[in-house]
């Protein structure tokens, strides 16, 4: 058995990182890594015993950068002061194949969306497959806007709105409403990683979160 989030290492070099594919593109089934249970298998998320779904599709592949963590005791100074979600980061990948639950491509960072979920810090990274006929193409915020018009807006609006048809308010965004750049999303990365190592090592309190 292995961990999609602790066992799959998180950097291949050359600015390319593994990405584990959650929940593939127009799909609706709330699929994610099960942090308290051993080997944190890839699992429907429910609410009250009833499996759980969103309101409508997504439509990007949506999933996790392996060994990455945000620290719930990390409050960030850019972003409002808020506190890290306790989850492994997030990544909306923008390619045009649909990926596979529990699959793993390769992808490169493209920007970052600073969503404030109830509180709490929970990161979204842009980033493209790199076997994607257009990941050529893009390599930081500004040639998203001008390959894929319209896509990073689309995504924030999704993440804003999707809790409102279960009478919740919207969620919210630093970093002034807008994407960061590419910098700022390998920052989040090589900063969220190091929590995940302070983790693993248990010189930060695990709580109920599964360390196998």
Do not use: C
């Not at 992808?107 to 980033?127: N, Q, R, S, T």
């Not at 990941?135 to 999704?158: C, M, Q, S, Y």
């Amino acid at each position: 058995m292995i961990s999609p989030w602790h066992d799959i290492p998180l950097q291949l070099g050359d600015g390319v990182f593994n990405f584990v594919a959650e929940i593939p593109k127009e799909s609706s089934a709330k699929m994610e890594v099960a942090t308290e249970e051993p080997y944190t298998p890839i699992k429907q998320d429910t609410k009250k015993g009833k499996l759980r779904y969103y309101p409508y599709n997504i439509n990007w592949n949506y999933g996790l950068l392996p060994q990455t963590w945000e620290d719930p005791s990390l409050a960030n100074a850019e972003v409002e002061g808020a506190f890290g979600d306790n989850d492994p980061v997030d990544v909306v990948e923008i390619g045009e194949r649909q990926a596979k639950i529990g699959e793993v491509l390769k992808v490169k960072p493209l920007a970052a969306l600073a969503m404030i979920d109830e509180g709490e810090l929970d990161w979204k990274i842009v980033a493209i497959s790199v076997d994607d006929p257009r990941a050529p193409l893009v390599n930081d915020v500004n040639d998203v806007e001008k390959h894929f018009p319209g896509t990073l807006t689309a995504i924030r609006n999704w993440f804003r709105d999707y809790k409102i048809p279960d009478g919740k308010p919207a969620n919210k965004f630093g970093l002034g409403d807008k994407p960061a750049n590419k910098e700022h999303a390998l920052k989040v990365i090589a900063e969220t990683n190091e929590s995940w190592a302070k983790l693993v090592k248990r010189s930060i309190p695990a709580g109920e979160l599964s360390l196998a």
